[in-house]
Protein backbone atom coordinates (compact mmCIF):
# COMPACT_ATOMS: atom_id res chain seq x y z
CA UNK A 1 0.00 0.00 0.00
CA UNK A 2 2.44 2.65 0.81
CA UNK A 3 4.66 1.74 -1.91
CA UNK A 4 1.52 2.26 -4.58
CA UNK A 5 1.13 5.59 -2.76
CA UNK A 6 4.48 6.38 -3.42
CA UNK A 7 4.43 5.77 -6.89
CA UNK A 8 0.93 7.36 -7.62
CA UNK A 9 2.12 10.73 -5.68
CA UNK A 10 5.49 10.78 -7.34
CA UNK A 11 3.76 10.36 -10.57
CA UNK A 12 1.60 13.65 -10.10
CA UNK A 13 4.19 15.15 -8.11
CA UNK A 14 6.35 14.80 -11.58
CA UNK A 15 3.62 16.84 -13.70
CA UNK A 16 3.13 19.36 -10.74
CA UNK A 17 6.94 19.86 -11.26
CA UNK A 18 6.76 20.49 -14.39
CA UNK A 19 4.14 23.16 -14.84
CA UNK A 20 5.27 24.25 -11.58
CA UNK A 21 8.88 25.43 -13.02
CA UNK A 22 6.84 27.68 -15.84
CA UNK A 23 5.35 29.68 -12.85
CA UNK A 24 8.72 29.78 -10.70
CA UNK A 25 10.54 31.30 -13.74
CA UNK A 26 8.18 33.82 -14.94
CA UNK A 27 7.73 34.80 -11.10
CA UNK A 28 11.54 34.59 -10.92
CA UNK A 29 11.86 37.27 -13.82
CA UNK A 30 9.26 39.32 -13.70
CA UNK A 31 7.38 39.16 -10.29
CA UNK A 32 4.38 37.70 -12.27
CA UNK A 33 1.97 35.04 -11.20
CA UNK A 34 1.06 33.94 -14.66
CA UNK A 35 -2.16 32.75 -14.16
CA UNK A 36 -3.05 31.78 -18.15
CA UNK A 37 -0.27 29.41 -17.25
CA UNK A 38 -2.38 26.47 -16.33
CA UNK A 39 -4.54 27.36 -19.88
CA UNK A 40 -1.03 26.83 -21.76
CA UNK A 41 -0.76 23.72 -20.29
CA UNK A 42 -4.41 22.79 -21.13
CA UNK A 43 -4.04 23.99 -24.96
CA UNK A 44 -1.02 21.89 -25.20
CA UNK A 45 -2.49 19.22 -24.92
CA UNK A 46 -5.57 20.08 -26.86
CA UNK A 47 -3.35 20.97 -29.94
CA UNK A 48 -1.41 17.14 -29.28
CA UNK A 49 -5.02 15.89 -28.67
CA UNK A 50 -6.04 17.51 -31.99
CA UNK A 51 -3.06 16.63 -33.96
CA UNK A 52 -2.80 12.60 -32.91
CA UNK A 53 -6.72 11.37 -32.31
CA UNK A 54 -8.43 13.98 -34.61
CA UNK A 55 -6.27 14.39 -37.70
CA UNK A 56 -4.56 10.58 -37.20
CA UNK A 57 -0.97 11.80 -36.81
CA UNK A 58 1.64 10.14 -35.50
CA UNK A 59 2.65 10.88 -31.33
CA UNK A 60 6.09 11.76 -32.24
CA UNK A 61 4.28 14.23 -34.74
CA UNK A 62 1.57 15.36 -32.62
CA UNK A 63 3.49 15.96 -29.51
CA UNK A 64 5.90 18.23 -30.64
CA UNK A 65 3.11 20.27 -32.48
CA UNK A 66 1.18 20.57 -29.37
CA UNK A 67 4.78 21.71 -27.54
CA UNK A 68 5.21 24.42 -30.24
CA UNK A 69 1.88 25.81 -30.12
CA UNK A 70 2.28 26.18 -26.55
CA UNK A 71 5.26 27.91 -26.81
CA UNK A 72 3.94 30.03 -29.49
CA UNK A 73 0.90 30.70 -27.24
CA UNK A 74 3.08 31.25 -24.16
CA UNK A 75 5.40 33.65 -26.22
CA UNK A 76 2.58 35.96 -27.74
CA UNK A 77 0.82 35.97 -24.70
CA UNK A 78 3.82 37.67 -23.03
CA UNK A 79 4.16 40.46 -25.67
CA UNK A 80 0.62 40.88 -25.78
CA UNK A 81 -1.02 40.66 -22.25
CA UNK A 82 2.14 41.24 -19.76
CA UNK A 83 4.73 43.09 -21.86
CA UNK A 84 2.84 46.66 -21.93
CA UNK A 85 1.54 46.59 -18.43
CA UNK A 86 5.77 45.63 -16.91
CA UNK A 87 5.95 49.34 -15.64
CA UNK A 88 1.86 49.02 -14.14
CA UNK A 89 1.33 48.27 -10.73
CA UNK A 90 2.05 44.46 -10.65
CA UNK A 91 -2.34 44.13 -9.63
CA UNK A 92 -2.76 45.12 -13.04
CA UNK A 93 -0.36 42.91 -14.84
CA UNK A 94 -1.98 40.20 -12.42
CA UNK A 95 -5.40 40.94 -13.63
CA UNK A 96 -3.82 41.04 -17.16
CA UNK A 97 -3.02 37.51 -16.54
CA UNK A 98 -6.84 36.12 -14.74
CA UNK A 99 -7.99 38.06 -17.86
CA UNK A 100 -5.79 36.16 -20.70
CA UNK A 101 -6.46 32.55 -18.13
CA UNK A 102 -10.21 33.07 -18.87
CA UNK A 103 -10.00 33.80 -22.42
CA UNK A 104 -8.29 30.66 -23.20
CA UNK A 105 -10.38 28.67 -21.28
CA UNK A 106 -13.21 30.21 -23.47
CA UNK A 107 -11.61 30.09 -26.58
CA UNK A 108 -10.35 26.22 -26.05
CA UNK A 109 -14.60 25.48 -25.66
CA UNK A 110 -15.57 27.65 -28.62
CA UNK A 111 -12.63 25.23 -30.67
CA UNK A 112 -13.28 22.15 -29.11
CA UNK A 113 -16.71 22.58 -26.85
CA UNK A 114 -16.40 21.68 -23.21
CA UNK A 115 -16.70 18.49 -22.74
CA UNK A 116 -14.35 16.02 -21.48
CA UNK A 117 -12.57 14.38 -24.73
CA UNK A 118 -10.34 11.16 -25.15
CA UNK A 119 -7.09 11.91 -26.06
CA UNK A 120 -6.50 8.69 -27.69
CA UNK A 121 -7.23 7.10 -30.89
CA UNK A 122 -9.50 3.49 -29.83
CA UNK A 123 -8.09 2.51 -33.47
CA UNK A 124 -4.73 3.11 -32.40
CA UNK A 125 -3.90 2.15 -28.93
CA UNK A 126 -0.66 3.29 -27.85
CA UNK A 127 -0.28 -0.43 -26.35
CA UNK A 128 2.93 -0.17 -24.77
CA UNK A 129 2.10 2.67 -22.23
CA UNK A 130 -0.66 0.58 -21.29
CA UNK A 131 1.35 -1.88 -20.40
CA UNK A 132 1.50 -2.77 -16.18
CA UNK A 133 3.78 -4.20 -13.74
CA UNK A 134 3.65 -5.45 -10.40
CA UNK A 135 6.11 -5.15 -7.17
CA UNK A 136 6.06 -6.27 -4.25
CA UNK A 137 8.91 -5.44 -1.53
CA UNK A 138 9.32 -6.41 2.19
CA UNK A 139 7.86 -3.31 4.45
CA UNK A 140 6.92 -1.09 1.69
CA UNK A 141 4.25 -3.44 0.09
CA UNK A 142 2.87 -4.23 -3.15
CA UNK A 143 2.78 -1.96 -5.71
CA UNK A 144 0.97 -1.63 -9.51
CA UNK A 145 1.78 0.45 -11.91
CA UNK A 146 1.87 1.20 -15.95
CA UNK A 147 4.43 1.98 -18.05
CA UNK A 148 3.03 5.67 -19.16
CA UNK A 149 3.96 6.06 -15.07
CA UNK A 150 7.30 5.44 -15.88
CA UNK A 151 7.22 8.09 -18.75
CA UNK A 152 6.11 10.31 -16.71
CA UNK A 153 8.61 10.12 -14.53
CA UNK A 154 11.39 9.88 -16.54
CA UNK A 155 10.84 12.60 -18.73
CA UNK A 156 10.17 14.87 -15.68
CA UNK A 157 13.73 13.69 -15.09
CA UNK A 158 15.12 14.41 -17.98
CA UNK A 159 13.75 17.57 -18.49
CA UNK A 160 15.43 18.59 -14.88
CA UNK A 161 18.34 17.55 -16.44
CA UNK A 162 18.30 19.24 -19.33
CA UNK A 163 16.75 22.44 -17.97
CA UNK A 164 19.69 22.97 -15.27
CA UNK A 165 22.36 22.19 -18.27
CA UNK A 166 20.41 25.17 -19.87
CA UNK A 167 20.50 27.81 -16.58
CA UNK A 168 23.68 26.49 -15.53
CA UNK A 169 25.61 26.13 -19.05
CA UNK A 170 23.87 28.27 -21.62
CA UNK A 171 23.79 32.28 -22.93
CA UNK A 172 20.32 31.97 -22.53
CA UNK A 173 20.31 30.34 -18.94
CA UNK A 174 22.97 33.04 -17.57
CA UNK A 175 20.69 35.41 -18.90
CA UNK A 176 17.80 34.76 -17.17
CA UNK A 177 19.85 34.02 -14.16
CA UNK A 178 21.01 37.48 -13.99
CA UNK A 179 17.84 38.91 -14.97
CA UNK A 180 15.81 37.53 -12.28
CA UNK A 181 18.59 38.69 -9.40
CA UNK A 182 19.01 42.40 -10.78
CA UNK A 183 17.79 43.13 -14.23
CA UNK A 184 19.48 46.68 -14.33
CA UNK A 185 22.53 44.93 -14.10
CA UNK A 186 21.81 42.51 -16.25
CA UNK A 187 21.08 45.29 -18.89
CA UNK A 188 24.19 47.27 -17.95
CA UNK A 189 26.76 43.88 -18.81
CA UNK A 190 24.13 43.70 -22.43
CA UNK A 191 21.50 41.28 -21.63
CA UNK A 192 18.76 41.87 -23.48
CA UNK A 193 15.98 41.58 -21.05
CA UNK A 194 13.08 41.12 -23.52
CA UNK A 195 14.61 38.68 -25.88
CA UNK A 196 15.71 37.09 -22.24
CA UNK A 197 11.82 37.38 -20.54
CA UNK A 198 10.71 35.88 -24.25
CA UNK A 199 12.89 32.82 -23.53
CA UNK A 200 11.75 32.07 -20.44
CA UNK A 201 8.20 31.97 -20.88
CA UNK A 202 9.06 29.85 -24.15
CA UNK A 203 10.59 27.13 -21.82
CA UNK A 204 7.74 27.47 -19.17
CA UNK A 205 4.94 26.80 -21.65
CA UNK A 206 7.65 24.04 -23.43
CA UNK A 207 7.38 22.29 -20.00
CA UNK A 208 4.08 23.16 -19.15
CA UNK A 209 2.88 21.18 -23.01
CA UNK A 210 4.54 18.40 -22.32
CA UNK A 211 2.86 17.98 -19.22
CA UNK A 212 -0.92 18.58 -20.16
CA UNK A 213 0.44 15.99 -23.17
CA UNK A 214 1.40 13.34 -20.15
CA UNK A 215 -2.01 13.85 -18.46
CA UNK A 216 -4.18 13.72 -21.29
CA UNK A 217 -2.36 10.65 -22.41
CA UNK A 218 -2.09 9.03 -18.34
CA UNK A 219 -6.02 9.87 -18.07
CA UNK A 220 -6.68 9.81 -21.53
CA UNK A 221 -8.96 13.18 -20.93
CA UNK A 222 -8.74 16.44 -21.92
CA UNK A 223 -11.01 19.14 -21.35
CA UNK A 224 -11.32 23.10 -21.16
CA UNK A 225 -11.11 23.09 -17.78
CA UNK A 226 -8.10 20.74 -17.31
CA UNK A 227 -5.42 23.61 -16.43
CA UNK A 228 -7.61 25.78 -13.88
CA UNK A 229 -6.94 22.98 -10.72
CA UNK A 230 -3.98 21.72 -12.17
CA UNK A 231 -2.61 25.04 -12.20
CA UNK A 232 -3.29 25.99 -9.18
CA UNK A 233 -2.20 23.11 -7.52
CA UNK A 234 1.55 23.71 -9.50
CA UNK A 235 0.84 27.24 -8.16
CA UNK A 236 1.15 26.00 -4.57
CA UNK A 237 3.90 23.34 -5.67
CA UNK A 238 6.09 26.66 -6.71
CA UNK A 239 5.26 28.43 -3.73
CA UNK A 240 6.04 25.13 -1.37
CA UNK A 241 9.30 25.13 -2.77
CA UNK A 242 10.08 28.69 -2.90
CA UNK A 243 8.35 31.06 -5.65
CA UNK A 244 11.52 31.89 -8.13
CA UNK A 245 13.60 28.83 -7.11
CA UNK A 246 13.60 26.42 -9.84
CA UNK A 247 14.97 23.03 -8.39
CA UNK A 248 11.94 24.17 -5.75
CA UNK A 249 9.65 24.26 -8.00
CA UNK A 250 10.65 20.13 -8.86
CA UNK A 251 10.83 19.35 -4.51
CA UNK A 252 7.36 21.23 -4.39
CA UNK A 253 5.59 19.58 -6.73
CA UNK A 254 7.30 15.98 -5.65
CA UNK A 255 5.70 16.71 -2.20
CA UNK A 256 2.84 18.23 -3.12
CA UNK A 257 2.21 14.96 -5.30
CA UNK A 258 2.82 12.86 -2.38
CA UNK A 259 1.16 14.57 0.34
CA UNK A 260 -2.30 14.02 -2.61
CA UNK A 261 -1.53 10.43 -2.60
CA UNK A 262 -1.15 9.25 1.15
CA UNK A 263 -3.98 12.00 1.66
CA UNK A 264 -6.45 10.35 -1.00
CA UNK A 265 -5.26 7.06 0.36
CA UNK A 266 -5.85 7.42 3.98
CA UNK A 267 -7.92 10.07 4.66
CA UNK A 268 -10.63 10.08 1.37
CA UNK A 269 -10.08 11.37 -1.99
CA UNK A 270 -12.21 13.93 -1.21
CA UNK A 271 -9.55 15.82 0.66
CA UNK A 272 -7.12 15.93 -1.88
CA UNK A 273 -7.88 19.10 -2.66
CA UNK A 274 -7.83 20.09 0.50
CA UNK A 275 -4.89 18.95 1.49
CA UNK A 276 -3.03 20.76 -1.56
CA UNK A 277 -4.63 24.36 -0.44
CA UNK A 278 -4.06 23.69 3.28
CA UNK A 279 -0.51 22.97 2.55
CA UNK A 280 -0.57 26.48 0.51
CA UNK A 281 -1.68 28.29 3.32
CA UNK A 282 0.45 26.82 5.93
CA UNK A 283 3.31 28.07 3.61
CA UNK A 284 2.53 31.37 3.34
CA UNK A 285 1.57 31.60 6.79
CA UNK A 286 4.81 29.78 8.42
CA UNK A 287 7.27 29.79 5.80
CA UNK A 288 6.49 32.58 2.58
CA UNK A 289 9.74 31.90 0.95
CA UNK A 290 8.84 28.22 0.89
CA UNK A 291 11.60 24.98 1.39
CA UNK A 292 14.27 26.35 -1.05
CA UNK A 293 13.37 29.99 -0.92
CA UNK A 294 16.02 32.76 -0.57
CA UNK A 295 16.06 33.84 3.32
CA UNK A 296 18.70 35.89 2.76
CA UNK A 297 17.83 39.76 0.72
CA UNK A 298 17.75 40.02 -2.87
CA UNK A 299 20.69 42.62 -2.75
CA UNK A 300 23.18 43.29 -0.11
CA UNK B 1 47.15 61.29 -24.94
CA UNK B 2 44.31 63.25 -24.65
CA UNK B 3 42.44 63.12 -27.80
CA UNK B 4 39.43 64.14 -29.99
CA UNK B 5 39.21 63.72 -33.75
CA UNK B 6 37.33 65.99 -36.03
CA UNK B 7 33.53 64.78 -34.89
CA UNK B 8 34.11 66.05 -31.70
CA UNK B 9 34.79 64.38 -28.03
CA UNK B 10 35.17 60.51 -28.29
CA UNK B 11 32.41 60.72 -25.94
CA UNK B 12 29.64 63.79 -25.98
CA UNK B 13 26.33 63.86 -24.24
CA UNK B 14 25.04 67.43 -26.13
CA UNK B 15 22.45 69.32 -24.31
CA UNK B 16 20.40 65.76 -22.73
CA UNK B 17 17.31 66.30 -20.70
CA UNK B 18 15.52 63.32 -18.85
CA UNK B 19 12.69 62.90 -16.43
CA UNK B 20 11.46 60.69 -14.02
CA UNK B 21 7.82 61.64 -14.94
CA UNK B 22 6.99 65.08 -13.77
CA UNK B 23 10.49 65.54 -12.07
CA UNK B 24 13.02 67.28 -14.26
CA UNK B 25 16.37 65.62 -13.45
CA UNK B 26 18.53 66.33 -15.82
CA UNK B 27 18.69 70.16 -17.54
CA UNK B 28 20.26 70.73 -20.58
CA UNK B 29 23.59 68.39 -19.72
CA UNK B 30 26.31 68.27 -22.00
CA UNK B 31 30.08 66.74 -21.33
CA UNK B 32 32.80 65.72 -23.26
CA UNK B 33 35.12 63.29 -22.39
CA UNK B 34 37.90 62.48 -24.70
CA UNK B 35 39.70 59.86 -25.95
CA UNK B 36 42.59 58.14 -22.90
CA UNK B 37 41.26 60.91 -20.46
CA UNK B 38 40.02 60.59 -16.90
CA UNK B 39 37.06 63.14 -16.23
CA UNK B 40 35.14 63.18 -12.90
CA UNK B 41 31.40 64.69 -12.31
CA UNK B 42 30.98 65.73 -8.90
CA UNK B 43 28.29 67.37 -7.20
CA UNK B 44 25.75 66.72 -4.15
CA UNK B 45 23.24 64.11 -3.38
CA UNK B 46 20.64 64.34 -5.73
CA UNK B 47 22.68 66.03 -8.31
CA UNK B 48 21.48 63.73 -11.27
CA UNK B 49 24.81 61.99 -11.19
CA UNK B 50 23.69 59.05 -11.54
CA UNK B 51 20.91 59.31 -13.87
CA UNK B 52 23.43 61.11 -16.03
CA UNK B 53 25.24 57.72 -16.61
CA UNK B 54 22.18 55.32 -16.59
CA UNK B 55 21.54 58.00 -19.84
CA UNK B 56 24.87 56.87 -20.75
CA UNK B 57 24.36 53.33 -20.67
CA UNK B 58 20.68 53.65 -22.24
CA UNK B 59 19.12 52.37 -19.39
CA UNK B 60 17.41 56.10 -19.08
CA UNK B 61 15.91 57.83 -22.73
CA UNK B 62 16.66 60.76 -23.42
CA UNK B 63 13.47 63.57 -23.52
CA UNK B 64 15.87 66.20 -25.56
CA UNK B 65 19.56 66.12 -26.88
CA UNK B 66 22.15 64.18 -28.58
CA UNK B 67 24.68 61.46 -27.37
CA UNK B 68 27.93 61.02 -29.50
CA UNK B 69 30.16 58.09 -29.52
CA UNK B 70 33.52 57.80 -31.38
CA UNK B 71 32.15 59.90 -34.21
CA UNK B 72 28.44 58.06 -34.24
CA UNK B 73 25.64 59.27 -32.94
CA UNK B 74 24.40 56.69 -30.58
CA UNK B 75 21.10 58.47 -29.03
CA UNK B 76 18.69 55.99 -29.56
CA UNK B 77 21.33 53.30 -29.20
CA UNK B 78 19.91 50.20 -26.88
CA UNK B 79 21.79 49.29 -23.22
CA UNK B 80 22.99 45.94 -24.76
CA UNK B 81 24.26 47.94 -27.90
CA UNK B 82 25.79 50.38 -25.79
CA UNK B 83 27.69 47.86 -24.10
CA UNK B 84 28.33 46.45 -27.45
CA UNK B 85 30.13 49.43 -28.73
CA UNK B 86 32.69 49.75 -25.68
CA UNK B 87 30.63 51.74 -23.06
CA UNK B 88 30.52 49.75 -19.94
CA UNK B 89 29.05 51.22 -16.35
CA UNK B 90 30.22 50.37 -12.79
CA UNK B 91 27.11 51.36 -11.32
CA UNK B 92 26.31 53.10 -7.66
CA UNK B 93 26.20 50.17 -5.25
CA UNK B 94 27.84 47.76 -7.20
CA UNK B 95 24.62 45.60 -8.12
CA UNK B 96 27.01 42.62 -8.15
CA UNK B 97 24.69 38.94 -8.73
CA UNK B 98 24.55 38.02 -5.36
CA UNK B 99 23.78 34.37 -6.08
CA UNK B 100 26.54 33.49 -8.36
CA UNK B 101 29.75 32.58 -7.88
CA UNK B 102 32.94 35.36 -8.18
CA UNK B 103 33.64 34.07 -11.36
CA UNK B 104 29.83 33.85 -12.74
CA UNK B 105 29.93 37.58 -12.22
CA UNK B 106 32.93 37.98 -14.17
CA UNK B 107 31.60 35.47 -16.81
CA UNK B 108 28.24 38.07 -17.16
CA UNK B 109 30.87 41.06 -17.49
CA UNK B 110 31.95 39.07 -20.85
CA UNK B 111 28.26 38.73 -21.79
CA UNK B 112 28.42 40.48 -25.25
CA UNK B 113 31.55 38.96 -26.33
CA UNK B 114 31.30 36.26 -28.69
CA UNK B 115 35.04 34.76 -27.16
CA UNK B 116 35.34 33.98 -23.66
CA UNK B 117 38.93 35.40 -23.43
CA UNK B 118 41.49 33.75 -20.78
CA UNK B 119 43.86 36.82 -21.34
CA UNK B 120 41.31 39.35 -20.04
CA UNK B 121 40.21 36.76 -17.19
CA UNK B 122 43.89 36.52 -16.11
CA UNK B 123 44.31 40.08 -16.61
CA UNK B 124 41.59 40.96 -14.34
CA UNK B 125 43.11 38.29 -11.68
CA UNK B 126 46.45 39.95 -11.79
CA UNK B 127 44.43 43.31 -10.74
CA UNK B 128 42.37 41.76 -8.22
CA UNK B 129 44.61 38.85 -6.39
CA UNK B 130 41.69 38.17 -3.69
CA UNK B 131 39.22 37.80 -6.50
CA UNK B 132 41.24 34.86 -7.53
CA UNK B 133 41.01 33.45 -4.37
CA UNK B 134 37.30 33.92 -4.00
CA UNK B 135 36.52 33.21 -7.40
CA UNK B 136 34.20 29.84 -6.01
CA UNK B 137 32.20 32.24 -3.22
CA UNK B 138 29.29 33.85 -4.16
CA UNK B 139 28.72 37.33 -5.21
CA UNK B 140 26.66 38.23 -2.18
CA UNK B 141 28.62 36.97 0.61
CA UNK B 142 32.16 39.19 -0.12
CA UNK B 143 32.57 42.42 2.03
CA UNK B 144 32.02 45.47 0.34
CA UNK B 145 35.50 46.15 -0.79
CA UNK B 146 35.69 42.93 -2.58
CA UNK B 147 32.36 43.69 -4.12
CA UNK B 148 33.17 46.56 -5.79
CA UNK B 149 36.37 45.18 -6.97
CA UNK B 150 34.14 42.20 -8.52
CA UNK B 151 32.30 45.05 -10.34
CA UNK B 152 35.09 46.90 -11.58
CA UNK B 153 36.57 43.50 -12.43
CA UNK B 154 33.20 42.62 -13.95
CA UNK B 155 33.29 45.42 -16.24
CA UNK B 156 37.11 44.95 -17.50
CA UNK B 157 35.67 41.38 -18.57
CA UNK B 158 33.58 43.67 -21.11
CA UNK B 159 36.89 45.24 -22.99
CA UNK B 160 35.40 48.80 -22.45
CA UNK B 161 37.06 51.85 -24.27
CA UNK B 162 34.89 54.52 -21.75
CA UNK B 163 34.75 53.18 -18.07
CA UNK B 164 31.58 54.76 -16.43
CA UNK B 165 32.01 54.47 -12.64
CA UNK B 166 29.39 55.57 -9.94
CA UNK B 167 30.35 56.12 -6.75
CA UNK B 168 33.36 53.53 -6.60
CA UNK B 169 34.65 54.78 -2.90
CA UNK B 170 30.94 54.89 -1.50
CA UNK B 171 30.95 53.16 1.96
CA UNK B 172 34.65 52.06 1.86
CA UNK B 173 37.54 52.63 4.11
CA UNK B 174 40.47 54.70 2.97
CA UNK B 175 42.28 52.36 2.54
CA UNK B 176 40.27 50.23 0.38
CA UNK B 177 39.67 53.84 -1.25
CA UNK B 178 43.08 54.26 -2.09
CA UNK B 179 43.72 50.61 -3.74
CA UNK B 180 40.85 51.21 -5.77
CA UNK B 181 41.31 54.95 -7.00
CA UNK B 182 44.91 53.25 -7.70
CA UNK B 183 43.33 51.00 -9.69
CA UNK B 184 41.17 53.16 -11.77
CA UNK B 185 44.85 54.80 -12.56
CA UNK B 186 46.44 51.84 -13.88
CA UNK B 187 43.40 51.44 -15.78
CA UNK B 188 43.32 54.62 -17.65
CA UNK B 189 47.08 54.18 -18.33
CA UNK B 190 46.54 50.85 -20.14
CA UNK B 191 44.08 52.51 -22.59
CA UNK B 192 40.72 52.56 -21.05
CA UNK B 193 39.19 56.22 -20.60
CA UNK B 194 37.22 57.14 -17.56
CA UNK B 195 34.28 58.82 -16.55
CA UNK B 196 33.99 58.70 -12.74
CA UNK B 197 31.30 60.27 -10.83
CA UNK B 198 31.99 60.55 -7.08
CA UNK B 199 30.90 62.91 -4.05
CA UNK B 200 34.42 61.93 -2.70
CA UNK B 201 35.94 65.15 -4.38
CA UNK B 202 39.25 65.37 -3.35
CA UNK B 203 40.02 62.01 -4.29
CA UNK B 204 38.16 62.31 -7.76
CA UNK B 205 39.94 65.89 -8.85
CA UNK B 206 43.18 64.23 -7.75
CA UNK B 207 43.00 61.33 -10.02
CA UNK B 208 41.33 62.86 -13.29
CA UNK B 209 42.45 65.09 -15.77
CA UNK B 210 39.18 67.44 -15.91
CA UNK B 211 36.12 67.20 -14.08
CA UNK B 212 32.66 68.77 -13.87
CA UNK B 213 30.61 69.92 -11.28
CA UNK B 214 26.76 69.63 -11.06
CA UNK B 215 24.13 71.31 -8.97
CA UNK B 216 20.22 70.40 -9.70
CA UNK B 217 20.12 68.39 -12.64
CA UNK B 218 22.99 71.44 -14.15
CA UNK B 219 26.55 71.43 -15.33
CA UNK B 220 27.77 74.61 -13.09
CA UNK B 221 31.45 74.47 -13.65
CA UNK B 222 34.29 72.57 -15.84
CA UNK B 223 37.89 73.10 -15.87
CA UNK B 224 41.04 71.44 -15.37
CA UNK B 225 40.94 68.92 -12.13
CA UNK B 226 43.97 71.16 -11.50
CA UNK B 227 42.00 74.27 -10.93
CA UNK B 228 38.90 73.06 -9.54
CA UNK B 229 41.28 72.15 -6.87
CA UNK B 230 42.17 75.45 -6.29
CA UNK B 231 38.43 77.11 -6.84
CA UNK B 232 37.05 78.73 -4.01
CA UNK B 233 33.42 77.66 -4.74
CA UNK B 234 34.27 74.13 -5.35
CA UNK B 235 36.84 74.21 -1.99
CA UNK B 236 33.89 75.53 0.71
CA UNK B 237 31.30 73.13 -1.13
CA UNK B 238 32.61 70.18 -1.88
CA UNK B 239 36.35 69.57 -0.24
CA UNK B 240 35.30 70.68 3.35
CA UNK B 241 37.41 73.83 2.97
N1 LIG C 1 13.72 56.35 -10.17
C1 LIG C 1 13.51 57.64 -9.87
N2 LIG C 1 12.26 58.15 -9.85
C2 LIG C 1 12.05 59.44 -9.55
N3 LIG C 1 13.01 60.32 -9.28
C3 LIG C 1 14.27 59.88 -9.28
C4 LIG C 1 14.60 58.52 -9.57
N4 LIG C 1 15.94 58.36 -9.51
C5 LIG C 1 16.42 59.57 -9.19
N5 LIG C 1 15.44 60.49 -9.05
C6 LIG C 1 15.60 61.90 -8.72
O1 LIG C 1 16.45 62.49 -9.67
C7 LIG C 1 17.37 63.37 -9.06
C8 LIG C 1 18.80 62.95 -9.42
O2 LIG C 1 19.06 61.68 -8.85
P1 LIG C 1 20.46 60.93 -9.05
O3 LIG C 1 20.30 59.58 -8.49
O4 LIG C 1 20.87 61.05 -10.46
O5 LIG C 1 21.40 61.79 -8.14
P2 LIG C 1 22.94 61.57 -7.75
O6 LIG C 1 23.65 62.80 -8.13
O7 LIG C 1 23.42 60.31 -8.32
O8 LIG C 1 22.83 61.47 -6.18
P3 LIG C 1 23.69 60.56 -5.14
O9 LIG C 1 24.98 61.26 -4.93
O10 LIG C 1 22.86 60.57 -3.91
O11 LIG C 1 23.84 59.21 -5.74
C9 LIG C 1 17.07 63.31 -7.58
O12 LIG C 1 16.28 64.44 -7.27
C10 LIG C 1 16.30 62.05 -7.39
O13 LIG C 1 15.38 62.18 -6.34
MG1 LIG D 1 24.06 58.57 -7.52
Same mark, same amino acid.
Given at each position: MVLQQIINGLTIGAVYALIATGYTMV?????????????????????????????????????????????????????????????????????????????????????????????????????????????????????????????????????????NLIIKRTKVGKAMRATAQDQVAARLMGVNVNRTITATFAIGSAMGAVAGILVGMNYNQVWPMMGYMAGLKAFTAAVLGGIGNIPGAFVGGLILGMAEGFAGAYISSLWMDAIAFAVLIIVLIYRPSGILGEQIPKRT | MVKTNENGAFFKLDDVSVSYGQIEALKGVTVEVGEGEIVSLIGANGAGKSTTLMTISGILKPKKGKKYFDGEDVTDASADGIVGRGI???????????????????? #?? /??? %???????? $????? @????? +?????????????????? #?? /??? %???????? $????? @????? +??????????????????????????????????????????????????????????????????????
Open positions: YGIIELINFAHGEIYMMGAFVAMTFFRLWGMPLWAAAPAGILAAVMLGVTLEYVAYRPLRRSPRLVALISAIGASLFLQNLAMKIWGARRQPFLDPNRPLEFFQIKHHVSLPVLGEATFSNMQITILVTAAVIAILL | VQVPEGRRIFPRMSVQENLE #MG /AFR %RHKADTGT $LDHVF @ELFPI +LKERRGQKGGTLSGGEQQ #ML /AIA %RSLMAEPR $LLLLD @EPSLG +LAPKIVEDIFATINRINSEGITVFLVEQNAAMALDVSHRGYVMETGKVVLQDTSANLLENEEVQKAYLGG
